[in-house]
């Protein structure tokens, strides 16, 4: 009993007090791509891409497609995208995730005034995994744990969709998930909305071509919230929905 409280008080407090001014020490997420000129003919960004996030002539990367993997900086004879640990990339628009040189930056939130009104104290989430792998499913427990603590706003995961807001998906959707996820979605009351949660979720990721999936839910229900990263850091997450329901902290 006496290690284990000297082991918990040499951890110190693990509650982010500030989740707006929080950083992801050591996490690669939003790119950076440089002014600096192509070699002629190079493809080698593209070439080890494992998810065609990586487009040329301008040099751009879809954050939708895009698992952080970091392979393409290395790869890179020109030194020309960079990765950095900022994880304010969630966006409400899904053109809006492609970033290059000439745009830098993804797309200022706007708050929803009409979002705002109806959860912004309090906003019930149902989760739910259509074939992810469990990285991102990970990330959406942690937005509960100790650190963050996204309850603090009124911001909370329930076990029915009957008693949610808004469904919060991951993964590519494959076939075998297609009638849960119309089951659950249809649980859940009017006004709600679908917030996409990683690569999968965004575009299917590295299993965008498998016949497997079926991915015509989101045809039918765009998402309101788009959350990229492989696996999406539970930062990227609270910031997206703070500044979407106009949360100041």
Known sequence: MLKSIAVRKSQGSQ??????????LGF????????????????????????????LNPVQIDLGRCVMCGDCEPACPSAKIRFTNDVKLATVSRQALTVSAARPDIDPMQVSTELRRRFGRSMKLRSVSAGGCNGCE????????????????GIDMVASPRHADALVLSGPITRNMMDAL??????????????????????????????ALNRDFLQ??????????????????????????????
Request: glycine content about 8%; hydrophobic content about 45%; charged content about 15%.
């Open 15 to 24: 509650y982010i007090v500030d989740l707006r001014a929080a950083q992801a």
């Open 28 to 55: 690669r997420a939003k790119p950076v791509i440089g002014a600096a000129d192509c070699q002629t003919d190079c493809q080698a960004c593209v070439s080890v891409c494992p998810s065609q996030a990586l487009a």
């Open 138 to 153: 990970m990330e959406i427990n942690a937005l509960s744990n100790v650190n963050f603590d996204l309850g603090r706003y």
């Open 182 to 211: 119309q089951i659950t979605w249809d649980a859940i009351p009017e006004p709600k909305l679908v917030i996409a949660v990683g690569a999968c979720a965004i575009s299917g990721g590295v299993f965008a071509e498998s016949s």
């Open 220 to 249: 039918r229900f765009p998402p309101t919230l788009y959350v990229p990263g492989c696996p999406t850091h539970p930062l990227t997450f609270i910031s997206g929905i703070m500044d979407l329901l106009g949360i100041t902290g």
